[in-house]
């Protein structure tokens, strides 16, 4: 029984290695065949695993929702404002980087409780109350900072999420967290379930509006350490307006998808998180190789779209090979 679960997670730690090192060799070679060569530098490997950290907290806020059919736009304005928030608080209670990271995680919490809680009592699809929320909570980023956004160039004491250890720690955290909370929790047995069909479990008695009120304040926090990491790297935070900040979530779908896939043989969180190092494995290789943005945007959301065709086609091929077993079987047995 050891060796065989044993043999299973060398499996599933295979299947979700094989990914992100089959892209970053396919980029090197790339990248040698048109002599670029600032790929395979230390250098270039921290600004993508920075940037998969940051882009994985971004997908798993996404998915909580969004894989429980709640298509929310209010994450990015999430980030914005928790980040407002908490850089403001921080400086004004004079706090450290831990304290600065707490105060960021509950802002994130108490304004996905309150995007949730709205969503449960106003009864609209979530799609349309996000947008509200996030007009809300983009005109509150300008209101509470006069237009002028939030600014600590130069307090690297603070903006330390940006760099390791920190954002390391902070990423084994975050990944700690959504998997405890996935495998051994009511909460993720319920959302799980939920995602399989809403009408049959709340049928058998799980409440989808407290569930619902979770995810969104779950999404909250984690927006909430993804923002907290731009900040690190930018040293300031602009008000977003027009539903400008709904274009954050962009860079969760491909992470999702292939976290979809990879939950199959492993852990779907951190299916996420590999989704996300790939991502910016191909963000960086596309740059290295001196693809415009426009063009790094198209072949992008050619990936995305290949990606998906696969995904939801790709029960086609188990469906053949056990028709395949069953002719076969039936052939050998006629001739018998």
């Not at 048109?34 to 907290?57: S, V």
């Not at 409780?113 to 109350?129: H, N, Q």
């Not at 709904?246 to 989704?275: C, E, K, Q, T």
């Amino acid at each position: 029984m050891n060796q065989s679960k044993f043999a299973k997670i060398g499996k599933a730690a295979a299947i979700s290695a094989i990914f992100p090192v089959a892209v970053y060799l396919l980029f090197t070679v790339l990248c040698a065949l048109l002599q670029k060569t600032g790929f395979n530098t230390w250098a270039n490997m921290q600004i993508i695993l920075r940037t998969a950290i940051y882009n994985g907290f971004i997908a798993w806020a996404f998915s909580y929702n969004m894989l429980n059919g709640r298509f929310d736009f209010s994450i990015g304005s999430v980030m914005v404002l928790s980040t407002i928030i908490g850089a403001d608080l921080a400086v004004k209670l004079g706090c450290g980087p831990i304290g600065m990271l707490i105060l960021f995680v509950v802002a994130g919490v108490v304004l996905g409780a309150i995007s949730g809680i709205l969503y449960v009592l106003l009864k609209v699809p979530s799609m349309v109350c996000s947008i509200g929320v996030t007009m809300v909570y983009e005109a509150l980023t300008f209101t509470l900072t006069g237009g002028n956004g939030v600014i600590m160039i130069g307090k690297n004491d603070l903006l330390v999420y940006a760099t390791g250890p920190y954002i390391y720690v902070l990423c084994a955290i975050g990944l700690a967290v959504v998997v405890f909370l996935s495998r051994c929790t009511i909460f993720g047995y319920n959302f799980n379930a939920l995602g399989m069909g809403q009408s049959v479990c709340v049928s058998v008695g799980i409440k989808e509006k407290s569930h619902a009120i979770k995810c969104y304040m779950l999404a909250g926090g984690l927006m909430a350490c993804a923002g907290i990491i731009n900040f690190s790297i930018l040293g300031t935070c602009q008000p977003k307006t027009g539903l400008s900040s709904s274009s954050y979530m962009m860079s969760a779908f491909l992470p999702m998808f292939v976290g979809s896939a990879i939950g199959r043989y492993s852990d779907r969180n951190l299916g996420i998180l590999i989704g996300a190092l790939i991502q910016a494995v191909i963000t960086s290789g596309f740059t290295q190789m001196g693809l415009s943005s426009t063009l790094q945007s198209v072949l992008n959301a050619v990936i995305v779209l290949g990606f998906l065709f696969v995904e939801t086609n790709s029960y086609k091929i188990g469906q053949k090979r056990m028709f395949e077993e069953k002719r076969c079987a039936a052939l050998a047995e006629i001739q018998n």
